[in-house]
């Protein structure tokens, strides 16, 4: 498929075509912002968003982070009535396994904080999540964290499904293309350069994902993301798989895993990994990776592995995003640095883009997640990271 022509002029460019820049697209174009365009140095999706778990919650610990994914989890439960597109949906909950007391008194917090919120999560004992997530070994866990409304769904569909309503509200797209400078005097943009040629534009927003900190630098704004590596693996078949299976997460490991056809979906957070740009998978965190399946979900082991992949976390110091529009350079705004979490969150990002865009009261407030936090004493880590 050829790629489409390179506009001359836009009102404002989207940096990055997954998720959060598919959805920021679609919002601003559907709220009647004429000439936006977005450019994606690859096929739409093959940055982050087509290489994540699919995993939709709104289990966290911070406030921000449980509105931005229960916003979304609404966007993804109407996705095809809105959009025409189906996206395998599958809310079977999210179930995190927990070992340490200080989880246990850690997780009852957060409970409390997201039933404030609206989010129906609970505490449950051991014997209940036994039966939710039959796999799993219940030796040594304390309790348990489950929301019945979080589940997982498929992102390549999700990615379809924005970049479709995205053309049709009026919004370029354009693919294989790759921004190489940000022209600017400091204090207003000028344009936007690519390989392909510039398009004058006096607002950017960066939604790179991993690559985020380069197209900040472009434009003098510091974007503290790094790329890591996360590796994600299927199974075979699995004889008797409850299709209710919850996305099942051993909190003190990160071991996580959920139904993916007749088999499951794998992975575990490598607290050995070190950060750069790397998306060939390794062997190495496979010991590693075993050990916590023999741990907490030995029945799996007798499973032999399908295929798999690597992809990237773009993560920030306190593994939180990064929202907001940059002081002192008319206009930059960007949405990164989700640590893992941008494809669950991108249907509400792309409404809170196009607020502030807009220059009104975002549908959620992520005044915390501004950049400039680091300059200060604003940070407060995320705690419900995987």
Same mark, same amino acid.
């Given at each position: 498929m050829s790629r489409s022509a390179l506009p001359s002029r836009a009102s404002v460019v989207v940096i990055g075509g997954g998720v959060i820049g598919l959805s920021t697209a679609y919002h601003l174009a559907g709220a009647g912002v004429a000439d936006v365009v977005l450019l994606d140095k690859g096929e739409f999706g093959s940055g982050s968003t087509c290489r994540a778990a699919g995993g939709v919650r709104a289990q966290f610990s911070d406030g921000v982070n449980i509105e931005?994914?229960?916003?979304?989890?609404?966007?993804?439960?109407?996705?095809?009535a809105?959009?025409?597109?189906?996206?395998?949906?599958?809310?079977v909950g999210y179930l995190f396994l927990l070992d340490r007391p200080e989880d246990v008194v850690r997780f009852e917090k957060n409970v409390v904080l997201q039933n404030e919120l609206g989010v129906p999560s609970r505490m449950i004992d051991v014997a209940e999540a036994g039966r939710l997530s039959p796999?799993?070994?219940?030796?040594?866990?304390?309790?348990?964290?489950?929301?019945?409304? @979080? $589940? &997982?769904?498929?992102?390549?569909? !999700?990615?379809?499904?924005?970049?479709?309503? %995205?053309?049709?509200?009026?919004?370029?797209?354009?693919?294989?293309?790759?921004?190489?400078?940000i022209?600017? @005097? $400091? &204090?207003?943009?000028?344009?936007? !350069?690519?390989?392909?040629g510039a398009?004058? %534009?006096?607002?950017?927003?960066?939604?790179a994902g991993p690559w985020s900190a380069a197209i900040g630098e472009m434009a003098g704004v510091n974007l503290p993301v790094v790329p890591l590596r996360r590796q994600i693996l299927t199974t075979e078949a699995v004889p008797g798989l409850d299709p209710e299976t919850p996305f099942t997460i051993d909190?003190?490991?990160?071991?996580?895993?959920?139904?993916e056809g007749p088999g499951l979906l794998l992975g575990m957070s490598d607290r050995q990994e070190t950060p750069g740009f790397k998306l060939q998978r390794?062997?190495?965190?496979?010991?590693?990776?075993a050990a916590a399946i023999e741990r907490r979900a030995p029945r799996i082991s007798e499973v032999g592995l399908g295929g798999g992949w690597a992809g990237l976390y773009e993560v920030t110091p306190d593994c939180n995003a990064l929202v907001g529009e940059a002081p002192g350079l008319s206009r930059f705004l960007y949405a990164t640095g989700f640590s893992g979490h941008g494809f669950l969150m991108g249907p509400a990002v792309g409404e809170v883009m196009?607020?502030?865009?807009?220059?009104?009261?975002?549908?959620?407030?992520?005044?915390?997640?501004?950049?400039?936090?680091?300059?200060?004493?604003?940070?407060?880590?995320?705690?419900?990271?995987?």
């Open positions: 931005l994914g229960r916003r979304s989890l609404r966007a993804f439960e109407n996705f095809k809105d959009f025409g597109q189906e996206i395998d949906l599958r809310q796999l799993i070994s219940t030796e040594g866990l304390l309790a348990a964290a489950y929301s019945p409304t @979080d $589940g &997982h769904c498929t992102p390549e569909s !999700v990615v379809l499904g924005y970049a479709a309503a %995205a053309r049709r509200a009026g919004a370029k797209l354009v693919r294989g293309t790759t921004v190489t400078d022209v600017h @005097d $400091g &204090h207003a943009i000028d344009s936007v !350069v690519t390989d392909r398009i004058r %534009a006096d607002t950017v927003v960066c939604a909190f003190t490991t990160s071991l996580y895993f959920h139904r390794s062997d190495d965190w496979l010991p590693r990776l196009r607020d502030l865009y807009l220059g009104r009261a975002p549908v959620v407030d992520v005044s915390g997640l501004d950049s400039r936090r680091f300059d200060g004493s604003q940070v407060r880590p995320e705690l419900n990271i995987v």
